[in-house]
C-alpha cells in the first residue's frame, strides 16, 4: 500500500530550503556558513538525515540506526544509533504554530512507515546542531547520538508519496507547474515513473488532468495550504443537541451476513455490464449501501417502509438491522495495520417547509451515530459535503458531489442527503517479497493481453464452488481476509449472471482441508474508481415507491402539517468507490448518498496441487470474520499502474 503525505504551504516552504542530498551522511544544506545564517534569522534550524533505518517509532520520537561507510567502497552498517526526542514546547510569538499540534502531525507521519524502513528524514529543531551542517559528519566515536525535533518537514521513502509534486523532489514550486504543463501537452522527454504519477493525480480519478494542474497552481500561489485537505464545514451541526443514548446493538451473526451478501449479490447482478466502457472494472459496498438506505428507512412507513424493509433485511426487520449496524459500527478495529472506518451524516435544508421530526434524528443518532447539519443547499453546502467526505474516506474520494447539484431545477428541490462514508485499510497477514511480484499479462473479458504485475505466494484455504475455484487471504489479525473467486469456465458475464447468494456464504463456510491441497495463488496489482447511480437497480429490486413521488411515504422524516410541507421522495442513491491492491495490503474506500427530493468427512486421498491465477475476469470479495462482504468487485480489464 502506498501513504501519500499532503504537504501545507509551511512545509512546502521550509523543505524548499533543503539542496541537493550527499552520497553518504547527513547534509541539511549545501553550504553550512550560509544555511546557519538563515536559520539564526528565523531562529530555527532544518536538519537532513539520509539512509536512516527506523528501529522504532512511538509517541515520544524516533529511534533509528544511520548508514555508515567502512571503507572507501562504501560497504554501509547499520550501527550507529540515533534517538530523536518530539519537543512539546514552542519559543518566540508562535509563529511556529501550536506545538502539540505540530507533535500529533509528526506521530501520525510516522504512524506511515514500517519498523526497519529506510527513509530520508527532514525536520526542524530549535537546537543547533553543528555536527549536522557536514557531510558525513557521523564519526565512529558517537555511536548514539540524540536530537530534538520541533516538526517534520519531510519523509521519503518507498511507500511515501507527496500530492503535486510531479517531479518527486521533494518540493512543490513552479517547476512542478511547468512539468504538469508538459504531461497534458504530451512534451516529457520521458514517461513519468508510477511515483511521479501519484505524486500527480492528487484528484485521485487516475488520470493527470487539468484538475490536478489548478490545484497546483492555487497551492504555490498561496491560494490553498492543502491538497484534498478538509476545509472547515460551515454548515449548522445540530446533532450535538440530539440527546440520546447510542446503542451498543446486536453482534454480527449468520443472518446479518445474510442479508448483507444477498443485497450486494443482487445489486452486482443488477449493475454489473463489462460492455459498458466506464463499468469494465466493479466495485460495491454492501456495507455502505445498507447503511446510508436504512438511516433512510428509519423515516419511511406503509408499503414505502415494507419494500425497503424486503430489500435491506432479507427476513430481519428495520429494528433488527438497526441493531446490527449499531453493534457493528461499535466494533471497528482501529489499529496501525488493521482499520475500518465508518461515518454517516443527515444533511438537510434550513427551509420553513422542511420541520424534520425530532424522532427519526434521535433514531439515526442512537444507531448510526449520524452527524446532523442544517444547511442553506447552495455551493457551500456542497462544499462542506466534499469536504465532510474527503476527511472520512482519508482523501480516497475527495469529492462526491458538483456546484449546483443541490439547486432547484425543473420543479425538483433537493432537500436532503443522507451519507455514509467507509474507509477500509489492512496488511496482509504475510506480506509479499519483492522476489513474488513480477510482470504478467491480465487477459480481459474481450480476450486481450493487458501487461500486468501479479503477486504470487501459496495459501492455505481453497473452496470448490462448483462452478469456480476461490481462495480466502487473511489480513493482520484474521478479522478480514480477501477472497478471489475464479470461474472454471472462462464467462463472467454467466458466472455473475448466475451467482446465489446464499449458496454462497455455504460454499465459503468450510475450506478443503490444507493437508490435502497445494494451493497456488496469484493476485494482481490494481487500483481503481467505480461510481455508480442505483436509482433504476434499487427500482428493480422492489424498493420503486421509495422514488415515487406520487406513492413514497417519507412521513417520519418531516411534519407534513406545516405549511406548503415539503413531501419528500428518493431522486437517486450515489455510490463511490475506490481500491487500491499492492504488496503490503489493501486500501479502499466507499461513499453512498441518499439525494432525497421534494416535488410537488472424506477419506484420505492422495495430495492435489491447485493453481488459482487471477490473471482474467475474476470475482473478489473483503469479508469479515462472520462473512459481512465489505465490498464486492470484478474486475475485468486491469492493467499495469
Known amino acids: 500500500m502506498e501513504n501519500m503525505k499532503k504537504l501545507t504551504k509551511v512545509t512546502a516552504g521550509v523543505m524548499s530550503f533543503a539542496l541537493a542530498l550527499s552520497a553518504v551522511g547527513t547534509v541539511p544544506f549545501s553550504s553550512p556558513k550560509d544555511s546557519a545564517s538563515a536559520a539564526s534569522d528565523f531562529h530555527v534550524f532544518e536538519y537532513e538525515i539520509k539512509d536512516l533505518l527506523i528501529s522504532h517509532a512511538d509517541d515520544y520520537g524516533i529511534e533509528g540506526l544511520v548508514k555508515e561507510p567502512q571503507s572507501p567502497w562504501y560497504v554501509y552498517d547499520y550501527a550507529y544509533i540515533r534517538d ?76 511515501i508519496h507527496y500530492y503535486g509534486d510531479i517531479n518527486d523532489d521533494g518540493v ?4 512542478d507547474v511547468i512539468m504538469y504543463r508538459k504531461a497534458l501537452t504530451d512534451k516529457l522527454a520521458e514517461p513519468l515513473t508510477d511515483s511521479q504519477f501519484d505524486n500527480a493525480d492528487i484528484n485521485k480519478d487516475l488520470e493527470i488532468d487539468e484538475d490536478d494542474l489548478h490545484e497546483v497552481i492555487d497551492f504555490t500561489l498561496g491560494k490553498t495550504k492543502e491538497f484534498n485537505s478538509a476545509s472547515a464545514i460551515g454548515s449548522i451541526r445540530l446533532d450535538n443537541t440530539v440527546d440520546v443514548l447510542a446503542s451498543e446493538g446486536q453482534a454480527s451473526d449468520e443472518a446479518f451476513a445474510k442479508a448483507e451478501m444477498n443485497l450486494g449479490v443482487n445489486i452486482l447482478k443488477k449493475s454489473f455490464d463489462p460492455t459498458n466502457k466506464p463499468d469494465e472494472n466493479f466495485l460495491i459496498s454492501p456495507v455502505s449501501i445498507s447503511t446510508a438506505l436504512a438511516m433512510t428507512a428509519n423515516g419511511a412507513d406503509g408499503n ?34 488493521e482499520k475500518l472506518y465508518l461515518a454517516n451524516s ?4 434550513d427551509d420553513p417547509t422542511l420541520k424534520v ?121 484474521k478479522n478480514y481476509s480477501f ?41 494482481p496489482k490494481f487500483k481503481y474508481n467505480y461510481e455508480s447511480k442505483l436509482k433504476d437497480v434499487l427500482i428493480d429490486l422492489g424498493m420503486g415507491d421509495a422514488f415515487d413521488d406520487y406513492k413514497a411515504d417519507f412521513s417520519k422524516i418531516n411534519d407534513l402539517s406545516v405549511d406548503d410541507a415539503a413531501k419528500l421522495y428518493i431522486g437517486d442513491v450515489l455510490h463511490k468507490t475506490r481500491i487500491e491492491m499492492a504488496e503490503k495490503g489493501t486500501k479502499a474506500a466507499a461513499v453512498t448518498a441518499v439525494m432525497m427530493i421534494a416535488a410537488s468427512a472424506p477419506q484420505p486421498q492422495p495430495k492435489k496441487e491447485i493453481h488459482i491465477e487471477l490473471d482474467r475476469p475474476f470475482v473478489y470479495m473483503i469479508l469479515d470474520k462472520n462473512d459481512v462482504p465489505v465490498f464486492i468487485g470484478v474486475a475485468t480489464d486491469l492493467k499495469a499502474n
Open 483 to 523: 477472497v478471489g473467486i475464479l470461474p472454471k469456465e472462462n464467462d463472467i458475464e454467466s458466472y455473475v449472471d448466475n451467482l446465489d447468494a446464499d449458496k454462497l456464504l455455504e460454499g465459503l463456510s468450510e475450506y478443503e482441508d490444507p493437508e490435502s491441497v497445494d494451493l497456488y495463488v496469484k493476485i
Open 304 to 337: 414505502t417502509r415494507d419494500q425497503m424493509e424486503q430489500l435491506l433485511g432479507s427476513g430481519l426487520t428495520l429494528d433488527q438491522l438497526n441493531e446490527y449496524m449499531a453493534y457493528y459500527k461499535n466494533n471497528l478495529p482501529d489499529e496501525k495495520k
Open 346 to 349: 443527515i444533511w438537510f435544508r
Open 172 to 175: 512543490i514550486d513552479s517547476f
Open 357 to 477: 421530526h425530532d424522532s427519526f434524528l434521535e433514531t439515526n443518532k442512537k444507531f448510526y451515530d449520524s452527524e446532523i447539519y442544517k444547511t442553506p443547499f447552495d455551493d457551500t453546502t456542497v462544499d462542506d459535503i466534499n469536504s465532510w467526505v474527503n476527511q472520512n474516506t482519508r482523501s480516497m474520494i475527495p469529492k462526491l458531489l458538483n456546484h449546483g447539484d443541490l439547486d432547484e431545477k425543473n420543479d425538483v428541490k433537493p432537500m436532503m442527503t443522507l451519507i455514509n462514508t467507509l474507509y477500509f485499510e489492512a496488511e496482509w497477514d504475510k506480506i509479499y517479497e519483492d522476489f513474488q511480484v513480477y510482470d504478467d499479462k491480465f487477459t480481459n473479458f474481450k480476450g486481450e493481453e493487458n501487461d500486468i504485475e501479479l503477486m504470487s505466494s501459496m495459501e492455505q484455504y481453497y473452496y470448490d464452488l462448483g462452478d469456480a475455484d476461490a481462495f480466502r487471504k487473511y489480513y493482520k489479525n
Open 84 to 159: 530523536f526526542q518530539y519537543e512539546s514546547f514552542s519559543i518566540g510569538d508562535g509563529r511556529w504554530g501550536d506545538p502539540e499540534e505540530i507533535r500529533q502531525r509528526n506521530i501520525d507521519l510516522m504512524d506511515q512507515v514500517d519498523e526497519n524502513s529506510v527513509v530520508t528524514l527532514k525536520f526542524t529543531s530549535f537546537d543547533y546542531y553543528p555536527e549536522l551542517m557536514e557531510e558525513n559528519s557521523n564519526n565512529r566515536s558517537q555511536n548514539t547520538r540524540d536530537y530534538s525535533i520541533y516538526e517534520i518537514t519531510g519523509l521519503k521513502s518507498a511507500n
